[in-house]
Protein backbone atom coordinates (compact mmCIF):
# COMPACT_ATOMS: atom_id res chain seq x y z
CA UNK A 1 0.00 0.00 0.00
CA UNK A 2 1.20 3.40 -0.99
CA UNK A 3 0.79 4.91 3.18
CA UNK A 4 3.39 2.25 3.98
CA UNK A 5 5.66 3.53 1.10
CA UNK A 6 5.79 6.88 1.52
CA UNK A 7 5.31 6.27 5.57
CA UNK A 8 1.54 8.30 5.62
CA UNK A 9 -0.19 8.49 8.41
CA UNK A 10 -2.96 8.22 6.60
CA UNK A 11 -4.76 8.22 2.74
CA UNK A 12 -3.84 11.66 1.86
CA UNK A 13 -6.41 11.59 -0.18
CA UNK A 14 -9.73 9.83 1.18
CA UNK A 15 -13.52 11.03 -0.10
CA UNK A 16 -13.79 10.46 3.70
CA UNK A 17 -11.92 12.78 5.34
CA UNK A 18 -11.97 14.19 9.32
CA UNK A 19 -13.87 17.24 9.98
CA UNK A 20 -10.70 19.37 10.10
CA UNK A 21 -9.32 17.37 7.38
CA UNK A 22 -11.57 19.78 4.99
CA UNK A 23 -9.21 22.27 3.70
CA UNK A 24 -10.77 25.78 4.50
CA UNK A 25 -9.90 27.34 1.16
CA UNK A 26 -11.61 30.68 -0.49
CA UNK A 27 -14.79 28.76 -1.65
CA UNK A 28 -15.13 26.98 1.48
CA UNK A 29 -14.75 30.50 3.63
CA UNK A 30 -17.17 32.15 1.01
CA UNK A 31 -19.81 29.59 1.10
CA UNK A 32 -20.18 28.96 5.01
CA UNK A 33 -20.08 32.85 5.60
CA UNK A 34 -23.64 32.58 3.49
CA UNK A 35 -24.87 29.63 5.18
CA UNK A 36 -23.83 31.58 8.40
CA UNK A 37 -26.66 34.47 7.10
CA UNK A 38 -28.94 31.74 7.02
CA UNK A 39 -28.47 30.68 10.72
CA UNK A 40 -29.35 34.48 11.56
CA UNK A 41 -30.77 36.26 9.29
CA UNK A 42 -32.57 34.11 6.14
CA UNK A 43 -34.77 31.49 5.78
CA UNK A 44 -33.74 29.85 2.23
CA UNK A 45 -30.35 29.12 1.26
CA UNK A 46 -29.66 27.17 -2.57
CA UNK A 47 -26.06 25.70 -3.07
CA UNK A 48 -24.82 24.95 -6.31
CA UNK A 49 -22.11 23.46 -8.02
CA UNK A 50 -20.59 20.51 -10.79
CA UNK A 51 -20.13 16.87 -9.28
CA UNK A 52 -17.12 16.99 -7.06
CA UNK A 53 -16.31 20.31 -6.55
CA UNK A 54 -16.69 19.98 -2.88
CA UNK A 55 -20.85 20.38 -2.13
CA UNK A 56 -20.40 18.17 0.68
CA UNK A 57 -17.63 19.77 2.29
CA UNK A 58 -19.15 22.68 2.51
CA UNK A 59 -22.18 21.55 4.52
CA UNK A 60 -20.01 19.41 6.83
CA UNK A 61 -18.30 22.32 7.61
CA UNK A 62 -21.63 24.58 7.85
CA UNK A 63 -23.15 21.57 10.36
CA UNK A 64 -19.96 21.83 12.50
CA UNK A 65 -20.25 25.32 12.92
CA UNK A 66 -24.03 25.45 14.14
CA UNK A 67 -24.54 25.79 17.49
CA UNK A 68 -26.29 22.36 18.69
CA UNK A 69 -28.26 24.34 21.53
CA UNK A 70 -30.02 26.41 18.73
CA UNK A 71 -30.16 24.49 15.28
CA UNK A 72 -31.38 20.58 14.57
CA UNK A 73 -30.01 19.79 11.31
CA UNK A 74 -31.74 17.60 9.12
CA UNK A 75 -29.47 16.11 6.65
CA UNK A 76 -31.34 14.46 3.53
CA UNK A 77 -29.48 13.27 0.42
CA UNK A 78 -32.49 10.77 -0.98
CA UNK A 79 -34.56 13.47 -2.93
CA UNK A 80 -35.36 11.41 -6.17
CA UNK A 81 -38.58 10.30 -5.36
CA UNK A 82 -42.49 11.48 -5.79
CA UNK A 83 -43.65 14.58 -3.75
CA UNK A 84 -45.26 12.42 -1.11
CA UNK A 85 -42.58 9.66 -0.69
CA UNK A 86 -40.02 12.30 -0.36
CA UNK A 87 -42.15 13.98 2.43
CA UNK A 88 -42.21 10.74 4.61
CA UNK A 89 -37.90 10.85 4.48
CA UNK A 90 -38.39 14.24 5.88
CA UNK A 91 -40.52 13.12 8.88
CA UNK A 92 -38.33 9.77 9.41
CA UNK A 93 -35.12 11.87 9.22
CA UNK A 94 -36.99 13.98 12.40
CA UNK A 95 -36.71 10.81 14.06
CA UNK A 96 -41.01 10.48 13.54
CA UNK A 97 -43.07 8.10 11.93
CA UNK A 98 -44.52 8.78 9.06
CA UNK A 99 -48.25 9.77 9.04
CA UNK A 100 -50.84 8.56 6.63
CA UNK A 101 -51.84 10.73 3.77
CA UNK A 102 -49.88 13.71 2.21
CA UNK A 103 -52.02 16.72 4.30
CA UNK A 104 -51.22 15.23 7.06
CA UNK A 105 -47.54 14.49 6.74
CA UNK A 106 -47.46 18.20 5.99
CA UNK A 107 -49.21 19.13 9.38
CA UNK A 108 -47.01 16.42 11.25
CA UNK A 109 -43.72 18.35 9.66
CA UNK A 110 -45.21 21.77 10.81
CA UNK A 111 -45.99 20.60 14.35
CA UNK A 112 -42.78 19.02 14.66
CA UNK A 113 -40.44 21.91 13.76
CA UNK A 114 -42.77 24.61 15.82
CA UNK A 115 -42.77 22.25 18.88
CA UNK A 116 -38.78 22.20 19.50
CA UNK A 117 -37.00 24.94 20.87
CA UNK A 118 -34.50 24.83 19.01
CA UNK A 119 -34.30 25.61 15.10
CA UNK A 120 -34.88 22.79 12.20
CA UNK A 121 -32.52 23.17 9.33
CA UNK A 122 -33.45 21.21 6.25
CA UNK A 123 -29.96 20.31 4.60
CA UNK A 124 -31.36 19.09 1.11
CA UNK A 125 -28.53 17.57 -0.63
CA UNK A 126 -29.02 16.14 -4.69
CA UNK A 127 -31.93 19.13 -4.55
CA UNK A 128 -31.53 19.10 -8.52
CA UNK A 129 -32.95 15.71 -8.33
CA UNK A 130 -36.39 16.99 -6.52
CA UNK A 131 -39.78 16.31 -7.93
CA UNK A 132 -41.70 19.41 -8.97
CA UNK A 133 -44.32 18.92 -6.23
CA UNK A 134 -41.68 18.36 -4.00
CA UNK A 135 -40.56 21.74 -4.75
CA UNK A 136 -43.86 23.45 -4.22
CA UNK A 137 -44.72 21.48 -0.96
CA UNK A 138 -41.11 23.07 0.48
CA UNK A 139 -42.37 26.21 -0.40
CA UNK A 140 -45.48 26.02 1.20
CA UNK A 141 -43.70 24.23 4.85
CA UNK A 142 -41.27 27.71 4.81
CA UNK A 143 -44.23 30.01 3.51
CA UNK A 144 -46.11 28.75 6.57
CA UNK A 145 -43.06 28.80 9.18
CA UNK A 146 -42.48 32.30 7.70
CA UNK A 147 -46.00 33.32 8.74
CA UNK A 148 -45.87 31.54 12.02
CA UNK A 149 -42.78 31.08 13.75
CA UNK A 150 -38.93 31.08 12.64
CA UNK A 151 -38.27 27.72 13.54
CA UNK A 152 -37.50 26.14 9.88
CA UNK A 153 -35.23 26.61 7.47
CA UNK A 154 -34.08 24.97 4.75
CA UNK A 155 -30.51 25.03 2.51
CA UNK A 156 -30.90 23.43 -1.06
CA UNK A 157 -28.04 22.05 -2.67
CA UNK A 158 -27.53 20.47 -5.95
CA UNK A 159 -26.65 21.10 -9.75
CA UNK A 160 -26.98 24.11 -11.53
CA UNK A 161 -29.72 22.41 -13.44
CA UNK A 162 -32.15 23.09 -10.33
CA UNK A 163 -32.06 27.00 -11.17
CA UNK A 164 -33.50 26.25 -14.47
CA UNK A 165 -36.21 24.79 -12.13
CA UNK A 166 -36.83 27.18 -10.15
CA UNK A 167 -37.11 29.73 -13.02
CA UNK A 168 -40.47 27.80 -14.15
CA UNK A 169 -43.26 30.62 -12.95
CA UNK A 170 -44.77 28.07 -10.70
CA UNK A 171 -41.79 27.49 -8.27
CA UNK A 172 -41.24 32.08 -8.71
CA UNK A 173 -42.63 32.56 -4.58
CA UNK A 174 -40.31 29.80 -3.71
CA UNK A 175 -37.18 31.59 -5.46
CA UNK A 176 -37.76 34.64 -3.98
CA UNK A 177 -37.60 33.55 -0.57
CA UNK A 178 -34.15 32.13 -1.53
CA UNK A 179 -32.17 34.98 -0.37
CA UNK A 180 -28.69 33.24 0.09
CA UNK A 181 -27.41 32.05 -2.90
CA UNK A 182 -23.25 30.34 -4.06
CA UNK A 183 -22.24 28.53 -6.38
CA UNK A 184 -18.79 26.27 -5.76
CA UNK A 185 -15.85 27.06 -8.16
CA UNK A 186 -13.29 24.54 -9.11
CA UNK A 187 -10.27 24.84 -7.60
CA UNK A 188 -8.18 27.52 -9.57
CA UNK A 189 -4.37 26.55 -10.47
CA UNK A 190 -3.09 27.81 -7.25
CA UNK A 191 -5.77 26.21 -5.37
CA UNK A 192 -4.87 23.16 -6.76
CA UNK A 193 -1.48 22.86 -5.28
CA UNK A 194 -2.43 24.35 -1.77
CA UNK A 195 -5.40 21.71 -1.78
CA UNK A 196 -2.29 18.63 -2.78
CA UNK A 197 -0.17 20.36 -0.21
CA UNK A 198 -2.33 20.57 2.22
CA UNK A 199 -3.49 16.78 2.16
CA UNK A 200 0.28 15.65 1.83
CA UNK A 201 1.32 17.51 5.00
CA UNK A 202 -2.09 16.28 6.88
CA UNK A 203 -0.82 12.92 6.68
CA UNK A 204 2.92 13.60 7.67
CA UNK A 205 4.39 13.94 3.95
CA UNK A 206 5.90 16.57 2.09
CA UNK A 207 4.52 18.21 -0.48
CA UNK A 208 7.87 17.98 -2.72
CA UNK A 209 6.31 14.27 -3.67
CA UNK A 210 4.31 15.65 -5.89
CA UNK A 211 6.18 17.58 -8.63
CA UNK A 212 5.22 20.89 -9.44
CA UNK A 213 4.81 20.56 -13.05
CA UNK A 214 2.73 17.13 -12.01
CA UNK A 215 0.69 19.73 -10.08
CA UNK A 216 -0.09 21.57 -13.03
CA UNK A 217 -1.00 18.68 -15.10
CA UNK A 218 -3.21 17.40 -12.48
CA UNK A 219 -5.25 20.74 -12.17
CA UNK A 220 -5.59 20.78 -16.17
CA UNK A 221 -6.89 16.99 -16.32
CA UNK A 222 -9.25 17.49 -13.14
CA UNK A 223 -10.22 20.53 -14.59
CA UNK A 224 -10.09 21.79 -10.63
CA UNK A 225 -12.68 19.30 -9.61
CA UNK A 226 -11.36 18.07 -6.06
CA UNK A 227 -12.88 15.03 -6.40
CA UNK A 228 -11.20 14.08 -9.63
CA UNK A 229 -8.14 15.34 -7.73
CA UNK A 230 -8.01 13.21 -5.50
CA UNK A 231 -8.91 9.70 -7.84
CA UNK A 232 -5.79 11.04 -10.58
CA UNK A 233 -3.19 11.51 -7.19
CA UNK A 234 -4.09 8.34 -5.40
CA UNK A 235 -3.34 6.58 -8.56
CA UNK A 236 -0.14 8.47 -9.06
CA UNK A 237 0.60 7.44 -5.52
CA UNK A 238 -0.15 3.94 -5.99
CA UNK A 239 2.17 3.76 -9.03
CA UNK A 240 5.04 5.41 -7.42
CA UNK A 241 4.91 2.86 -4.85
CA UNK A 242 4.45 0.34 -7.47
CA UNK A 243 7.52 1.71 -9.21
CA UNK A 244 9.40 2.24 -5.28
CA UNK A 245 9.87 6.21 -6.42
CA UNK A 246 9.70 8.73 -3.82
CA UNK A 247 8.65 11.03 -5.89
CA UNK A 248 5.52 11.81 -7.99
CA UNK A 249 6.81 12.58 -11.99
CA UNK A 250 5.49 13.47 -15.12
CA UNK A 251 6.42 9.81 -16.13
CA UNK A 252 4.21 8.30 -13.51
CA UNK A 253 1.41 10.74 -13.71
CA UNK A 254 1.55 10.15 -17.74
CA UNK A 255 1.22 5.88 -16.64
CA UNK A 256 -1.90 7.04 -14.50
CA UNK A 257 -3.37 8.95 -16.74
CA UNK A 258 -3.10 5.83 -19.29
CA UNK A 259 -4.98 3.22 -16.66
CA UNK A 260 -7.21 6.13 -15.38
CA UNK A 261 -9.17 6.17 -19.07
CA UNK A 262 -11.72 8.80 -18.02
CA UNK A 263 -10.37 12.23 -18.74
Known sequence: ??????????????????????????RMTQGTARLNCISH??????ITGDEGVGKSSLIRLFMDSLGKNR???VYIHLTHLNAPSFLKILVSAMG???????HNVLLQILKKTKSNDITTIFLIDEAHLLAPDALIDLRLLVSSAIEDTDRLKMVLIGHSEIKKELRRSCHTAFAQRITVRYHIPPLALSQT????????????????????????????????????INNLATACLLNAAANNSQKV?????????????IF
Not at 41 to 46: D, F, K, S, V
Request: proline share 5%.
Open 1 to 26: MFTTHFKMTDHPFSERVPIDGILRDE
Open 41 to 46: HATIAL
Open 71 to 73: YHP
Open 96 to 102: ERPAWGK
Open 193 to 228: HQYIDFHMRRVGCSEKIFETEVKNDIHEYARGVPRL
Open 249 to 261: TAAILAQSLDEFQ
